[in-house]
């Protein structure tokens, strides 16, 4: 039998000058409220084999490492034999930049912040902690159903912002510009959860748009697109049940955005409205729309018989991956060795930002580029008089990541090479944020960890026959088609249907892009901080968890060496911004 439990929490963490989470701008602080943030959570437990699954959908940007683990610990010690653990928890995000930042404990995602603020963590990891507590303490027989429908093209709802690199896969119908409404994946997948009496309990469900409505000139809390969807469906079955959950999740939308009329004037893209607020509301209420249409259209469906429960978490370093052939495309394999991933590279195209969130002006781009290039010269000079392993990593790092203009080592901690951020003469005026990185240098603060992380969890979580796979990272929409390929081709095996990829998961590293989409170095490809690779590394480790899946679970054979490297209090203490409500800088 199948218990269900439903959680919420406030999220909300007011700090003013708390820099927001999403853009990296520096400029952007939070000044005030137009929405509050929650997260929500849901907990599956089958009574048969004793096994339980909590999936929780949070308010924020994205879920870091610090966070899960924090969550963990709360859970272990609050309710000690529910029997939570890292591989039954998956924590997602639905990925507003309108949120306070400062939540990592790796360094570069607080410099714009600037640095880490233990009330926003700890509001965060208090309030996720509650929500899974408040479900676990009221389970209940439950059924479920599953449903998806498709938007008409009509509806203005998604837009693939980096078309060249979307019609550069050979794997998709080619589109013209004016079509890039059709380069997404426009199908949502809806979960209903009822109790046994059919009294409705909550809904999940999955389709892939950015959270980028509201742009980053404006300073107000804000949940977003989703939000604003998730209120307008809990506030509908509210009269059946008032305490309905709705998770508006987030699928595969690396390259997707909600904004499609250009203006001039703030030099972005923008949604329906002038005002980012009301183009929010308007696209959750065409998301909304669409997951009540599929909702009621189950009335008449079947439950799921199938509600059996497994799951499986393994981390991978995929700073050093090597591919899988079978992921390699024909004209790139040959005799000699097989390509890997390198530690994380950040490229100029990331610092350009994209048509929905500029960053870099293009003439400091330019200078950049030239500054990279000729970086790359001079290193592949030097190396020619190094050792054999100098030579070795250098080449592994140009070979990887192939196109890259290479302006951020953030996986060895460098800038241009260069590990004393101080040196960097011109360069360390492209952005404000390098004010905090030299801080942070100079109190040795930025010495002892990667500045982004490169061991990342992958985890499965079976529901009958549905699959939800946990994916630390932002997924380009033809990524993720290429991921369910993968899984549905060995899963099916189980009598798995429906294979969902759940990004924002559990860790944030950037985006995954395909190896063609990569070659374009737009600013997912330069988001992309493995290596032209990173897609197929992901497929190769992915193909290997699934194919663990079909084995009995004492028979699964996954990496449990290879774990999370940890931060030192007084590293966190030196990149702190916020401490006890009063800033340190």
Not at 220 to 230: D, L, R, T
């Amino acid at each position: 039998m199948l218990e269900i439990g439903t959680g919420s929490a406030d999220i909300t963490a007011f700090y003013k000058e708390v820099g927001m989470m999403g853009y990296g701008m520096a400029h952007q602080k939070v000044e005030a409220i137009e929405t509050p943030l929650y997260c929500r959570a849901f907990i599956f437990n089958d009574t048969i084999s004793g096994k339980k699954f909590a999936f929780v959908n949070a308010e924020i940007c994205f879920i870091t490492i610090a966070i899960k683990k924090a969550v963990i610990s709360s859970l272990k010690q609050e309710v000690p034999n529910a029997a939570y653990d890292y591989d039954n928890v998956m924590l997602t995000a639905q990925h507003t930049h309108s949120g306070p930042g400062g939540y990592s404990h790796y360094a570069l995602f607080n410099f714009s912040i600037p640095g880490f603020v233990p009330e926003v963590f700890n509001t965060i990891v208090k309030g996720i902690s509650d929500s899974i507590i408040e479900a676990e303490n009221n389970l209940k027989p439950g059924k479920l159903k599953l449903g998806s429908g498709i938007f008409d093209p009509k509806i203005n709802v998604a837009f693939n912002r980096s078309m060249p690199a979307y019609n550069s896969n050979p794997d998709v119908e080619k589109l013209k510009d004016k079509d890039w409404h059709l380069a997404v994946d426009r199908e949502m997948d809806v979960l209903q959860i009822n109790a046994e009496n059919d009294e409705p309990i909550g809904m999940i469900n999955w389709f892939g748009v950015h959270t980028t409505t509201v742009g980053s000139d404006l300073r107000k809390i804000c949940y977003e697109n989703k939000g604003y969807a998730s209120a307008f469906f809990e506030e509908e079955l509210s009269v059946k049940n008032k305490n309905f959950l709705a998770v508006f999740a987030q699928a595969p939308c690396g390259d997707v955005m909600p904004n499609f009329i250009w203006e001039e004037k703030r030099n972005k893209m923008r949604g329906n409205f002038p005002d980012d607020y009301k183009s929010a509301k308007y696209n959750g209420k065409l998301q909304f729309e669409k997951a009540i249409e599929i909702y009621q259209g189950l009335s008449e469906s079947e439950h799921l018989k199938d509600t059996s429960i497994d799951y499986g978490l393994m981390y991978v370093d995929f700073s050093n991956v090597e591919i899988d052939e079978a992921f390699i495309p024909e004209s790139k394999k040959s005799d000699k060795n097989k390509p890997r991933t390198s530690p994380a590279c950040m490229g100029v195209a990331f610092f350009k930002g994209t048509v929905d969130g500029r960053g870099i002006s293009d003439s400091l781009a330019n200078f950049a580029t030239t500054l990279c290039r000729t970086r790359k010269y001079a290193e592949q000079f030097k190396s020619l008089f190094s050792s054999k392993e100098e030579f070795k990593i250098m080449n592994r790092k140009y070979e990887a990541q192939g196109v890259k203009d290479i302006l951020m080592e953030t996986g060895e901690r460098r800038v241009l090479g260069k590990r004393n951020i101080n040196k960097l003469g011109l360069l360390s005026i492209l952005d404000k944020s390098m004010e905090t990185m030299k801080k942070q240098y100079s109190n040795g603060s930025l010495d002892n960890n990667a500045w982004t992380p490169q061991v990342l969890p992958l985890q499965f979580f079976i529901l009958g026959n549905i699959a939800i796979i946990g994916i630390p990272a932002e997924v380009s929409v033809v990524s993720g088609r290429r991921f369910k390929k993968t899984i549905e081709e060995i899963l099916i095996k189980r009598g798995v249907s429906k294979v969902i990829i759940a990004p924002y998961a559990n860790c944030y590293s950037g985006y995954i892009t395909t190896y063609e989409e990569y070659q374009h170095q737009l600013y997912e490809g330069g988001h992309t901080v493995f290596g032209e690779w990173t897609q197929a590394a992901y497929s190769t480790k992915i193909k290997l968890m699934a194919n663990e899946m079909l084995k009995r679970e004492p028979e699964r054979d996954f990496d449990t060496k290879t774990q999370p490297e940890d931060f030192s209090e007084n590293d966190i203490a030196n990149r702190s911004f916020y401490v006890n409500g009063v800033k340190k800088f």
